[in-house]
């Protein structure tokens, strides 16, 4: 494709109210949901970097650093911040916010991998990306150092 477009055009924000169901025994949210939630906050956006629809290669490791329970409202951010031929690693931050008392903390962050593919599920060619801010410098910038481990994980992997 050759261009290349700011990582501000995939940012996405999405707000999610944590319900009782979401949630498990000791009342707070199952990390599975929260997964799900990353995944497709991911998917919209590399659908809005890539034009198109994607699917969800892989997730780097997720540390839940602080729970969650219901009532709590989750904050989730995404941005695309480094693209291969047809591969966009998405960074997602996710905080929880208690209404009551406005504080704010980390639940988790991750680096979800979405490759870009045609009407037959075939990769295809997405445009690169660049940053603006110095926040997006510093994702964008470590990108390359994150493939070449997660490539070398691949090759040590049981497949
Ligand atoms: C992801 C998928 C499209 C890759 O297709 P493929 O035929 O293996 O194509 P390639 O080997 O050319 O890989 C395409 C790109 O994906 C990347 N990729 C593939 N598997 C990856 C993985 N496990 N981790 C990170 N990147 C991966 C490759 O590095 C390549 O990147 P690049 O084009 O930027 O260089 C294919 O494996 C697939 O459809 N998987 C199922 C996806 C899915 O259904 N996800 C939902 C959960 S089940």
Redesign the pocket.
């Known amino acids: 494709m050759g261009n290349t477009v700011p990582m501000g055009h995939s940012r996405t924000h999405q707000t999610r109210l944590i319900m009782p169901s979401d949630t498990n025994h000791h009342k707070s949210i199952f990390g599975g949901q929260v997964l799900r939630y990353i995944d497709e906050i991911a998917a919209l956006a590399a659908m809005k970097h890539s034009n198109g629809e994607v699917?969800?290669?892989?997730i780097d490791s997720v540390d839940f650093v602080s729970s969650a329970y219901a009532g709590d409202v989750l904050e989730l951010d995404a941005v695309v911040t480094s693209?291969?031929?047809?591969?966009m690693e998405v960074y997602v931050r996710v905080t929880c916010l208690d209404i009551k008392s406005g504080a704010e903390r980390l639940t988790t962050e991750s680096f979800v991998?979405m490759?870009a593919?045609d009407e037959e599920?075939?990769?295809r060619e997405v445009a690169g990306v660049y940053p603006e801010t110095e926040t997006d410098r510093r994702l964008f910038e470590t990108g390359p150092m994150r493939r070449e481990y997660?490539?070398m994980k691949?090759q040590m992997g049981p497949r």
């Not at 699917?55 to 892989?58: G, Y």
């Not at 693209?83 to 591969?87: A, C, D, E, K, V």
């Open positions: 699917v969800t290669a892989s693209t291969g031929r047809s591969s991998i490759v593919v599920g075939k990769p997660r490539q691949r």
